[in-house]
Nanobody, 115 residues
Framework: QVHVVESGGGLVQPGGSLRLSCAASGIIFSIHTVNWYRQAPGKQRELVAGISSAGSTNYADSVKGRFTISRDNAKNTVYLQMNTLRPADTAVYYC?????????WGQGTQVTVSS
């Protein structure tokens, strides 16, 4: 059985930092592309960042220069380092592991940026 679990969310002040983790079991994580999405209240889910099995990364324009995605295949974990957080970054953040047309989602972790 496949499990994808996000952690690391919480409440942070504007300008602060958080590191999200995405851990997977039941799949060969290293061969999957892993993406972070987020969904704010009343808005559509949007792609934040992604990392391929080879380590290539991509970012939404809104987070470029502030967020960094990385992976540790030995730990079956992908990280999203989020710096200089803004209230607009408030959302539920979801991890998604993809291989071909098979996609696995986590349950999400809440990130709230507020003073």
């Amino acid at each position: 059985q496949v499990h994808v679990v996000e952690s690391g969310g919480g409440l942070v002040q504007p300008g602060g930092s958080l590191r999200l983790s995405c851990a997977a079991s039941g799949i060969i994580f290293s061969i999957h592309t892993v993406n972070w999405y987020r969904q704010a209240p009343g808005k559509q889910r949007e792609l934040v960042a992604g990392i391929s099995s080879a380590g290539s990364t991509n970012y939404a324009d809104s987070v470029k220069g502030r967020f960094t995605i990385s992976r540790d295949n030995a730990k079956n974990t992908v990280y999203l380092q989020m710096n200089t957080l803004r209230p607009a970054d408030t959302a539920v953040y979801y991890c998604n592991a993809v291989l071909w047309d098979i996609s696995h989602w986590g349950q999400g972790t809440q990130v709230t940026v507020s003073s």
